[in-house]
């Protein structure tokens, strides 16, 4: 089964600032990631698949890279409301694996 | 507009049984694959299941491997997980969900399973 390894599990940044998250792969899931955004209480909301395609209505502050076995999610300039909890998901390989998660929270 | 709507949650003891249900609408139930995810309580995401279009693929975590049943009624617009010999770590909400693979991105609110005696 593959693993997904993101990092880091947490992470302090203020309104602004630029920030990045990244997914490692045990071994190569070509462009087959997509990232997800979780707020408590509610379902996952996705942001990124296929690696680096936006999903329709994200704000284009949301960025994702990578291919193979190293990913990454930028968030250009923070907004109040990206204060959340972010998670990988490879989907080239059955089953499929999240990464552990990221949760973002404000300084 | 599209709807997903997971009910049969509930507490159980364990050991025990239960049928999820996921209510599909506003889409062609039997052209897209599904998916159940699930989340304990403070804890990650975790893939569970996934199924075809038609029902004749299945997959599976290997933590739930042998317990439970994904299946579907594309004649009831209805996906459904039967989670069979259930155990502590098996307490979550159960999601169901586009695959992963899909353009589209749609989830239910959940159903949340309790297992505990």
């Known amino acids: 089964d593959i693993q997904m390894t993101q990092s880091p599990s947490s992470l302090s940044a203020s309104v602004g600032d630029r920030v990045t998250i990244t997914c490692r792969a045990s071994?190569?899931?070509?462009?087959?990631l997509g990232w997800y955004q979780q707020k408590p209480g509610k379902a996952p909301k996705r942001l990124i698949y296929?690696?680096?395609t936006l999903q329709s209505g994200v704000p284009s502050r949301f960025s994702g890279s990578g291919s193979g076995t190293e990913f990454t999610l930028t968030i250009s300039s923070l907004h109040p409301e990206d204060f959340s909890t972010y998670y990988c998901?490879?989907?080239?390989?059955?089953?499929?694996?999240f990464g552990q998660g990221t949760k973002l929270e404000s300084k | 507009e599209v709807q997903l709507l997971e009910s049969g949650g509930g507490l159980v003891q364990p050991g025990g049984s239960l049928r999820l249900s996921c209510a599909a609408s506003?889409?062609?139930?039997?052209?897209?694959?599904m998916t159940w995810v699930r989340q304990a309580p403070g804890k990650g995401l975790e893939w569970v299941s996934g199924i075809s279009g038609s029902g004749d693929r299945t997959y599976y975590a290997d933590s739930v491997k042998g317990r439970f049943t994904i299946s579907r009624d594309n004649s009831k617009n209805t996906l459904y997980l039967q989670i069979n010999s259930l155990r502590a770590e098996d307490t979550a909400v159960y999601y169901c969900a586009f695959p992963p693979e899909s353009s589209f991105d749609y989830w239910g609110q959940g159903t949340l399973v309790t297992v505990s005696s």
């Open positions: 998901l490879q989907y080239n390989t059955y089953p499929c694996s």
């Open positions: 071994q190569g899931i070509t462009s087959d």
């Open positions: 296929a690696a680096s």
């Open positions: 506003g889409f062609t139930f039997s052209g897209y694959d």
